[in-house]
């Protein structure tokens, strides 16, 4: 995630839509009082090898800590982040009123059944154990099937816009001019050579799980015209 003072924009970060790519790539831009939380040590060194900022202003301010934050602050002595795939409701309570109301935010969405294969693969690569995708559609959580969560608040969309991963390119000129950026962000190829099957995803996904993912991620779908065909 990134909330630039700079360019007053906000950037939640969604599962599989090249988030990290993104995050990178905006990264270019931002100054020292951003905020820009931390990605995987792999890809930090990518961001790092590319002469951008990393993470940096990423604790939250105490002015904006909920009762809550207070008790895990004092009893675990945890401290308050800003952290990857945060979802709105969340950057606004801790951003506050006046910083969430006044910034342009954006996030990215992508065809429901292509992203959960995404997922499936980079899963695979944090697993000692190789299961099918069924198997592991059944004990994934709905949080990481669906990005809904994440720019919504109230069932209602949260965000300014939300572009769509299948026009990446023509979207990337748009948040450029949205934020008054200098250029065209350029994407690092981050997380992308985990998936190993390149089949689409309708040879993949059997009806069982075709259905399974249509009703969790029913809202989504409906909202940006998605289909499995």
């Given amino acids: ?44 060194d990518l961001r790092k090898n590319l002469g951008y900022r990393g993470p940096q202003n990423y604790a939250v301010s105490y002015t904006h800590y909920s009762l809550n934050d207070w008790y895990r602050k004092m009893i675990y002595g945890a401290k308050i982040e800003f952290y990857n795939h945060i979802p709105a409701f969340q950057v606004r309570q801790w951003i506050g009123e006046k910083v969430w109301n006044s910034y342009y935010k954006f996030c990215f969405e992508r065809n429901p059944w292509d992203k959960v294969i995404s997922l499936y693969y980079f899963s695979l690569s944090n697993s000692c154990t190789t299961p099918s995708f069924e198997e592991y559609i059944k ?15 109230g069932n209602r969309l949260a965000v300014d816009d939300v572009y769509l991963f299948e026009n990446l390119n023509d979207e990337l000129a748009k948040i450029a001019k949205k934020t008054g950026l200098p250029e065209t962000l350029i994407l690092p190829r981050a997380k992308s050579r985990f998936r190993k099957d390149k089949r689409p995803y309708r040879e993949i996904i059997g009806q069982n799980e075709k259905e399974y993912i249509q009703k969790i991620c029913q809202k989504e779908i409906d909202l940006f015209g998605y289909s499995f065909e």
Avoid: Q
Wanted: proline share 3%; aromatic share 10%; charged share 30%.
């Fill in 1 to 44: 995630m990134i909330i630039s003072h700079k360019y007053k924009f906000i950037f939640l970060k969604t599962r599989k839509t090249a988030g990290t790519s993104i995050e990178i790539a905006l990264s270019k831009f931002c100054g020292e009082k951003d905020i820009i939380t931390p990605i995987t040590p792999e890809d930090e």
């Fill in 139 to 153: 004990k994934e959580s709905e949080d990481a099937v669906s990005n809904y969560r994440i720019y919504t608040i």
